[in-house]
């Protein structure tokens, strides 16, 4: 059975077909208007999670706020609503670069589609804006900024609304990490429209964002509906940070040779930097952020979306709304500022539900910077000591020596199912700790003696020297040589040292200070120092030895192996064949190789053998409408190749039924830019070996992957 957790594929997850009476619903006459629309529409069989009860909520008329993960089918809470309602549906999203390739695919399967933002001109404007007052569309995507222009509330009072959906909603959190000035204006929508539904959806919210989100739309009688927020195939992992380019390097030539990824930096310059830096080693790499030009953003998010194995090295400013299903890996290279923040960006990995990986290297450095960051930041006071929080926060979550999945969770306000989730880093190698009270006291004191003996203030690494007794060019400057706490930690070596500053600012018992990020006391420091308290520490792991990567292979076939290791070695000859049939195909469309098929649903092809049309398209249960359109062209290729072969006998069941269901067909329109450059091969590189090793990882990962609960619920982004 095919449920509304079975992705759809394209730029939306669960973009939708004009509702006509040729689908798959039956006469059942206890179906909903909303179960009518998702058989006939979508092709799915029922409504997974919260789905159901949402749209029917929306669909009687009732405002409502929506907390779902990434991927979990936030998109089709609003979708069914505004096709199965009176009106059109007004979406206001901030994806202003994104909503072309939303509309697109959704006018591409039938719906009446469009948008307007600051791209169009004034005639495209204006044709918009005759279709809505005409009643010919299903979905108008706006931007927020639109909302706050008086044409635009007095278009929106001459046409018919069906329901107003507030995408990304976590934006109207005045102090949020994705704070958007022009939502703060929404509230409007409910003192015109009071008669209208709205629904409120985001992927990450605490309960006090959730509670802001209320407030300030104006939404005090909404229904909450908070969908579980674990995503059990993502592996978390976090490293101590010592090369963070070879890290990388490693980490992707070791374990995600030619997969498609992101990379997050904190800075502009360092995406060019990082993205030079893997292109030059054999990774098809682009960066992105908000100085490039316009042109050269678009074209390297359409390759993202179009090509296999791309990886983009990011600020934040790319990713929300980018609905690509098989990102196998999302890396931080610096700290993010919220636990909300990691999660949202990390979410973006894993959509079709397979083993994914959540990788960060996160060292003493990026404490710094962040609370340096936050000092000299906008905002009063209360702002400053909120962002303390949600850094210190995210802190916990990197030196935690419990279950990383656990942590979330909780932080989330939900309850772990399990106290080790056995795929986290922390719960597949647990780490050793130590009682570090007297090394702390000896560090505390070290910033005591400067403070009070020479009414001086310095950074770690200052401190760290005096601790080990090095003579540099600044300690006998300062006659820091000469101070009685000279020399007494030389039993750790620096990166224990910068390991243990990491974890006592972690702990609360240390702080950054001022421009140049020097340390300083906090009010729990006494406690150490008076020798009330006991500091636990975790050990910091060895460091990796360089060996060579024998899986670093890099060419295009590893992942179409790895793709294919599930399957009945009879199977696999058929598999690659297919994935050469669609890659053949999506080259000469134009769309990502995904839009034709996933790997799953291939898996499924070569493991089920099909001896007809009929059975092809009875076997996948694909929608009609995407089915017409590729089924055809499938099944010639399957002829072409394996004509007058013996039909197999039926394949036992694959391990992972959940993630091997069909998922629905579609055939976006052409691409406004030119099909991308082939992609290089990566070539073998040595590398460094992190602890646990890569084939520790990959087992576990596949472990994890199922039987299982598969995908999260819901097909949206």
């Known amino acids: 059975m095919r449920t509304s957790g079975d992705r759809a594929l394209g730029v939306t997850m669960d973009v939708t077909g004009t509702v006509t009476g040729n689908g798959t619903d039956t006469d059942n006459g206890s179906e909903t208007e909303a179960q009518r629309t998702l058989h006939r529409v979508f092709g799915y069989d029922a409504f997974r999670g919260e789905q159901g009860e949402v749209i029917e909520h929306v669909v009687s008329g009732g405002d409502a706020v929506v907390l779902m993960p990434t991927g979990g089918g936030k998109s089709l809470c609003y979708q069914i609503p505004s096709l199965v309602r009176r009106g059109t549906g007004v979406v206001v999203s901030p994806l202003i670069a994104l909503m072309q390739d939303q509309v697109d695919a959704l006018r591409a399967l039938g719906v009446r589609a469009g948008f307007m933002n600051s791209t169009q001109d004034f005639d495209e404007r204006r044709s918009m804006e005759a279709q809505f007052l005409a009643g010919e569309l299903d979905l108008l995507y706006l931007a927020p900024e639109r909302l706050r222009l008086d044409s635009t509330l007095s278009l929106l009072a001459r046409g018919e609304i069906s329901v107003f959906a507030i995408d990304e909603a976590h934006c109207v959190a005045q102090w949020g990490h994705d704070f958007r000035p022009d939502y703060l204006a929404l509230s409007v929508l ?31 009688d909404a229904k909450h509906f908070v969908a579980s927020f674990d995503r059990p195939n993502i592996q978390y992992r976090i490293v101590p940070k010592s090369d963070p380019k070879k890290q990388l390097l490693t980490f992707l030539q070791e374990e995600h040779a030619g997969d498609a990824g992101i990379v997050y930096c904190l800075s502009r310059a360092s995406t060019e930097k990082i993205a030079e830096y893997l292109t030059r080693n054999g990774v098809n790499a682009v960066p992105y952020h908000a100085g490039l030009d316009a042109s050269t953003r678009a074209t390297h998010q359409a390759r993202f979306l179009r090509e296999e194995g791309l990886v983009v090295v990011a600020t934040i400013a790319f990713g929300m709304g980018i609905d690509k299903p098989d ?8 700290l993010p500022k919220s636990v909300e923040g990691y999660y949202q960006e990390t979410g973006r990995a894993g959509r079709d539900g397979d083993p994914s990986t959540a990788w960060m290297a996160y060292g003493l450095q990026d404490v710094v910077q962040q609370r340096k960051l936050i000092q000299g930041g906008e905002g009063d006071e209360a702002h400053r000591r909120r962002a303390a929080a949600h850094l210190d926060s995210m802190l916990a979550l990197c030196e935690t020596v419990q279950c990383r999945r656990a942590q979330l969770l909780t932080y989330f306000g939900q309850e772990p199912t399990a106290a080790n989730c056995g795929n986290c880093d922390t719960c597949l190698v647990p780490p050793e700790t130590w009682d570090g009270t007297v090394v702390s006291q000896k560090l505390l004191s070290t ?3 400067l403070k009070r003996e020479r009414n001086q203030k310095f950074g770690a690494g200052q401190i760290i020297d005096i601790l080990l007794g090095r003579k540099t060019a600044k300690v006998i400057q300062f006659d820091h040589d000469q101070l009685s706490v000279f020399g007494i930690g030389e039993e750790l070596a620096e990166a224990e040292w910068r390991g243990v500053v990491r974890q006592l600012l972690a702990q609360g018992l240390l702080a950054v200070e001022g421009e140049y990020g020097t340390l300083v006391l906090t009010e729990e420091s006494a406690t150490v120092l008076g020798r009330e308290r006991e500091v636990l520490l975790r050990k910091e792991p060895k460091k990796p030895t360089s060996r060579s990567s024998s899986s670093a292979g890099g060419s295009k076939g590893a992942k179409g192996k790895a793709a294919a290791a599930d399957l009945p070695a009879s199977a696999v000859p058929v598999f690659e064949a297919l994935r050469t049939w669609r890659g053949a195909t999506a080259k000469e469309q134009g769309v990502p190789a995904y839009v034709i098929f996933h790997d799953a649903t291939l898996r499924e092809i070569a493991t089920l053998h099909p001896s007809s049309l009929a059975e092809l398209g009875a076997s996948a249960a694909w929608a009609r409408r995407s089915w017409r359109r590729t089924g055809r062209a499938c099944w010639r290729s399957w002829r072409r190749r394996f004509r007058g072969r013996p039909r197999r006998l039926p394949q036992p069941k694959l391990p992972h039924p959940a993630r091997h269901r069909p998922r629905p067909v579609r055939r976006p329109p052409q691409p406004r830019w030119p099909p991308p450059p082939s992609r290089p091969a990566t070539p073998s590189s040595p590398g460094t070996r992190n602890r646990p090793s890569t084939s520790e990882y990959r087992a576990v990962r596949s472990r994890a992957a199922g039987p299982g609960p598969g995908p999260p619920p819901g097909g949206g982004a």
Request: charge should be positive.
């Open 190 to 220: 409910g003192e015109r429209w009071p008669d209208v539904p709205r629904i409120a959806l985001t992927a990450t919210a605490t309960g006090a964002t959730h509670e802001e989100i209320t407030r300030r739309l104006g939404m005090p």
């Open 327 to 334: 990102v196998r890996f999302v890396a931080h290279l610096d």
């Open 447 to 449: 910033v005591v003696r």
